[in-house]
Structure formats: C-alpha cells, structure tokens
C-alpha cells in the first residue's frame, strides 16, 4: 500500500505562505472594492432621478452633491467666458470645438463656474451668438460634477485666448482672476435660444474589480501549483510504496 510523503523545504514553505497570504488579501481586498463601487453606482442612479433642488443647497456638501439634478439663478458673467477645447465625435465625422465655461453669479453673491455646452470652432467667439448671451437674472438647470484633473500631458492653458484642455473649474478660476464657491462644475441641461448645445458628460467609472481579484486569486494558485511541483520534482512529494 502506497502512502504519501511530504518533506517540505523550510524556507520555501515560508515564502509560498507569505507571497500566498498576500494575494488571497488582494483578491478579497479587490472583491471589497467592487462592492464598495456597485454602492457607488447604485447612489450615483439614485440621485440622477431625484428632484431638482437649488444648488446653493447641495454646494455644501461637495462629491455628495455630484450627479444630483439642481437648479440655479443668478446671472452670467459673459465678461469672463473661458473654453475648454473638445472635438466632438458623436455626431459623424470628428468636429473641432470648444466647451463654453461661464462664470454665474449666484442671487446669493457667490461665483459658480458653468459648463453650458458645447460650439463649433466657428461660433466660439460669442460675437457671433450673441442671441445666446442672455442677460439679467436667469434660472437654469443642469447638475453638479467634479473637475477634472490634468496629467502630464495636458497642454498647458492659452491664458490670453481663456482656452483651457481640461475642465478643471479651480484652474480656470485662477486664470480668470475669479474665486469660486465650489471647485465642482455646474453643467448645464437646460439651454437659451442660440446658446451652446448642452453635452453631459458620460458617467465612465471604470468597474474591473472582478477582473483584478480573479487575477490575484488564479497567481495563488499558480504560485501553489508551482510549489507543490518543484517538491514533486526534488523527491520531497509523492507516494512510497
């Protein structure tokens, strides 16, 4: 009758153990992260649909606030206009244009920046919409969203032509001269006659957890496997008859 031996290498054994522990821990610290982000999603859904509310009442609470619809009046600073440079792809062939970022002043006093919308290359000068530029105290409607950061290859902003390569409000701000009440973007759903054409931004939370945790998991068994046989193949695992 044949029993099975194991004569283990300490050292090895030692190894395996601690390289194994940590990516069990990984893959469950990945499976954690993937609910902790499916609860995100969950609330972001929720709050898309809930009822508008002024936004002076969701600027307090800042990420809480983002996604959820809000409404705001005061007036536009059209002065101070800046642009964010965005080819626009949905529509066909790639057109070159600009994201309209407006400074508003809120009846309460405080300086929101808003994101309202998108204009072909050729109507970036608001002389040429000048429809478009309402004046006077306006209630508009959009929703709240974070900026966004630059990397290192993010060009850096044309000041003199207010022409900025990314939507990040304080940024913008500081090159206005302008103090915001919220480092978050107020992007606007609602539009004026002639105005720029309202484009939300896509919500893309990337959700590869399961991926990530699956990959952590299969390296802890390949790491097993490969141990178990480099013992087989030293004579320290198997079967004595």
Same mark, same amino acid.
């Given at each position: 009758?044949?029993?099975?031996?194991?004569?283990?290498?300490?050292?090895?054994?030692?190894?395996?153990?601690?390289?194994?522990?940590?990516? *069990?821990?990984? /893959?469950?610290?990945? !499976?954690?992260? @993937?609910?902790?982000?499916?609860?995100?999603?969950? +609330?972001? #859904?929720?709050?898309?649909?809930?009822?508008?509310?002024?936004?002076?009442?969701?600027?307090?609470?800042?990420?809480?606030?983002?996604?959820?619809?809000?409404?705001?009046?005061?007036?536009?600073?059209?002065?101070?206009?800046?642009?964010?440079?965005?080819?626009?792809?949905?529509?066909?062939?790639?057109?070159?244009?600009?994201?309209?970022?407006?400074?508003?002043?809120?009846?309460?006093?405080?300086?929101?920046? *808003?994101?309202? /919308?998108?204009?072909? !290359?050729?109507? @970036?000068?608001?002389?040429?919409?000048?429809?478009? +530029?309402? #004046?006077?105290?306006?209630?508009?409607?959009?929703?709240?969203?974070?900026?966004?950061?630059?990397?290192?290859?993010?060009?850096?902003?044309?000041?003199?032509?207010?022409?900025?390569?990314?939507?990040?409000?304080?940024?913008?701000?500081?090159?206005?001269?302008?103090?915001?009440?919220?480092?978050?973007?107020?992007?606007?759903?609602?539009?004026?006659?002639?105005?720029?054409?309202?484009?939300?931004?896509?919500?893309?939370?990337?959700?590869?957890?399961?991926?990530?945790?699956?990959?952590?998991?299969?390296?802890?068994?390949?790491?097993?496997?490969?141990?178990?046989?480099?013992?087989?193949?030293?004579?320290?695992?198997?079967?004595?008859?």
């Amino acid at each position: 009758m044949s029993a099975l031996f194991f004569r283990p290498l300490p050292g090895l054994t030692i190894a395996t153990l601690v390289a194994l522990a940590m990516a *069990v821990g990984l /893959g469950t610290w990945q !499976l954690q992260r @993937r609910a902790e982000k499916h609860a995100m999603l969950s +609330q972001i #859904e929720a709050r898309k649909v809930m009822a508008a509310v002024a936004v002076e009442l969701l600027l307090p609470v800042g990420d809480y606030a983002i996604f959820r619809p809000a409404t705001a009046t005061g007036t536009f600073l059209h002065k101070d206009e800046a642009y964010v440079s965005e080819a626009r792809t949905n529509t066909g062939p790639t057109r070159p244009g600009v994201r309209v970022m407006t400074p508003f002043r809120l009846t309460g006093g405080d300086i929101i920046l *808003v994101d309202r /919308g998108w204009v072909p !290359l050729e109507a @970036r000068d608001p002389a040429t919409r000048t429809n478009g +530029q309402v #004046e006077g105290v306006v209630t508009i409607e959009g929703s709240l969203r974070r900026s966004a950061p630059g990397s290192t290859f993010t060009p850096p902003p044309d000041i003199k032509a207010r022409t900025w390569f990314k939507r990040n409000a304080p940024d913008i701000a500081a090159g206005l001269g302008l103090q915001l009440r919220s480092p978050l973007v107020f992007e606007a759903t609602s539009r004026s006659a002639d105005g720029p054409e309202p484009l939300p931004t896509a919500v893309n939370i990337p959700d590869n957890h399961l991926n990530y945790a699956l990959t952590w998991f299969s390296l802890g068994i390949v790491l097993v496997v490969i141990y178990l046989r480099y013992h087989v193949v030293q004579g320290r695992l198997g079967f004595r008859q």
